[in-house]
């Protein structure tokens, strides 16, 4: 089991930033990437960056630019920097870390998707 706490969420306004992190306790020597989610009201969660273990990125096209995510493995924790911020960055982020779990004793693995229980985030003009 791995276990995500969030923070670094709050009220900013347009133009502003924020520093999300996400600290992952447990089982985390199984731990390979590790994201950001965000869930709007009413909207589903969507993908917002993702961080390998040896630090490769990816970011959706609406955050390039603006928003940077890092991960510490020595402490187990991936930030999300958020900068210029705007009133449709407003959602609950959700930190994700996908885990292989071994499943018997032949060493065979599966993948796990694991999830924070959000930070929110809202963006006022």
């Known amino acids: 089991q791995v276990q995500l706490v969030e923070s670094g969420g709050g009220l900013v306004q347009a133009g502003g930033s924020l520093r999300l992190s996400c600290v992952a306790s447990?089982?985390?020597?199984?731990?390979?990437?590790m994201g950001w989610y965000r869930q709007a009201p009413g909207k589903q969660r969507d993908l917002v960056a993702t961080i390998s273990t040896d630090g490769i990125t990816y970011y959706t096209d609406s955050v390039k630019g603006r928003f940077t995510i890092s991960r510490d493995n020595s402490k187990n924790t991936v930030y999300l920097q958020t900068n210029s911020l705007k009133p449709e960055d407003t959602a609950v982020y959700y930190c994700?870390?996908?885990?292989?779990?071994?499943?018997?004793?032949?060493?065979?693995?599966?993948?796990?998707?694991?999830w924070g229980q959000g930070t929110q985030v809202t963006v006022f003009s």
């Open positions: 447990g089982s985390t020597s199984g731990i390979k990437t």
């Open positions: 994700n870390a996908v885990v292989k779990v071994i499943v018997n004793v032949e060493g065979a693995a599966v993948e796990r998707n694991y």
